[in-house]
């Protein structure tokens, strides 16, 4: 987040980011959009506070089945705890844009319709009542989708969703991320940042830096 700073980009929501654009507005060429998946409790102590700093804003796709549970879909990794409700109007009434991941973390191209309707539908309407507020992003778990997916996004009344990967859907419902996983690999681009902005300007400097830490199309699975 330092290093965005140094270069000029200002993190915003998925929201925030995608109405810039759609107003034409110089700035957007500024802003980055940023996401947090799956509503880990640590998002409130350790991340929070450090995009506050910066004035800094993000986009958290929550799974609205889990509230103050754990993450039971990675049964061989660690216990880690999620959101209760009451840390998710937390970080809403700071700016966080809250988004759907779903109820329980499935793989949609593998659920029944009704389920499937329930996993995009339903989940939006408990964020909604949770946070009082709109609910207009959704985030495919395990960046898992299909048409089928596709459409039970758009019919649920979504304006965009984010995958991770490469795809042909409507881009608006399919948005591609670039996943940043590796704390090593984030640190060698914050020493490189130097020697890039020296021969760079800061807008093709922070495309290049943000490129080196994943590029949307590797073969990995943030979740």
């Not at 880990?40 to 889990?66: E, K, N, Q």
């Not at 009434?93 to 988004?99: K, L, N, P, Q, R």
């Not at 009344?157 to 995958?163: I, V």
């Amino acid at each position: 987040m330092r290093l965005l700073h140094r270069l000029g980009m200002r993190g915003v929501s998925i929201r925030e980011l995608l109405a810039a654009q759609a107003q034409g507005s110089w700035k957007a060429t500024r802003l980055i959009g940023l996401t947090f998946d799956d509503g880990y409790d640590d998002f409130i102590d350790s991340a929070l506070p450090v995009l506050l700093r910066y004035g800094f804003t993000a986009t958290a796709f929550v799974l609205a089945g889990r509230l103050g549970g754990d993450n039971a879909w990675t049964p061989e990794g660690p216990r880690k705890p999620l959101m209760t409700a009451d840390k998710l109007r937390t970080a809403a009434e700071a700016g966080i844009e809250i988004g759907s991941h779903g109820l329980v973390h499935i793989s949609l191209p593998s659920v029944s319709d009704p389920d499937l309707d329930e996993e995009v539908g339903l989940s939006r309407r408990i964020l909604q009542e949770a946070t009082g507020q709109a609910v207009d992003g959704f985030c495919y778990p395990f960046g898992h989708l299909d048409g089928r997916a596709v459409r039970a996004v758009r019919v649920a009344g979504y304006d965009y969703a984010c995958a991770i990967w490469r795809n042909d859907f409507p881009e608006r419902y399919a948005l591609r991320r670039i996943a940043v996983q590796d704390p090593h690999l984030v640190t060698r681009v914050v020493k490189a940042a130097p020697r890039v902005l020296a021969t760079e300007g800061p807008r093709v400097a922070a495309r290049k830096l943000i490129e080196t830490i994943g590029k949307p199309g590797d073969d990995r699975d943030p979740g």
